[in-house]
């Protein structure tokens, strides 16, 4: 037999070993967060409040009437945000800092799932903490964003952050 036809056989000793090497640290690594979908939920809550957030600041920039609502009083544009929800407990009033017993979520608001283990907070801020926007769409001043903040949002498994710039630019980091 031809001696260059047995060597082109086959995978040599060295390769075999780095193949099982790389699996075995893929397998330890990538595997188990298929295993659950937990490691997904931290940054699909943070993309359900980039996108609150951006509405109500959207809100803010557009319904700038000083007597929408009556005469001296326009619409809250302020998210509240407590460890398991957020939302806008009440549309008329901006001193209404905490939610009322029953209180149910409309597009801006969210219940986090008994299910995820997921708490949602201002870096810095007691809860509930509430982000406020001005006409320009900046963090206004009586919020507990003033000037800009980080929301955390953290899982059993990762933790993520939402950041809002004190231009208004909101954010994922």
Not at 1 to 14: E, P, Q, R, Y
Not at 130 to 147: E, I, K, L, Q, Y
């Amino acid at each position: 037999m031809n001696k260059a036809f047995l060597h082109s056989k086959g995978f040599t000793l060295i390769e075999l070993v780095v193949i099982i090497l790389l699996l075995t640290i893929l397998s330890v690594t990538v595997l188990p967060r298929f295993q659950t979908t937990d490691a997904y939920e931290a940054y699909t809550y943070r993309s359900q409040l980039i996108s609150a957030l951006r509405l109500t600041q959207q809100r803010a920039m557009q319904q700038t009437n000083p007597n929408a609502v009556g005469a001296g009083q326009s619409f809250c544009h302020q998210i509240i945000i407590e460890n398991k929800r957020y939302g806008i407990p009440n549309r008329l009033d901006c001193s209404v800092t905490s939610f009322p017993t029953g209180w149910e979520p409309d597009e801006t608001g969210l219940i986090v799932d008994p299910s995820h283990d997921i708490t949602i907070s201002i870096s810095g801020s007691a809860n509930p903490s509430n982000v406020a926007f001005d006409s320009w769409g900046r963090p206004a001043a009586t919020s507990d964003c003033a000037g800009g903040c980080l929301i955390d949002i953290t899982s059993a498994v990762d933790a993520v952050q939402i950041a809002i710039e004190p231009e208004g630019y909101i954010h994922g980091l």
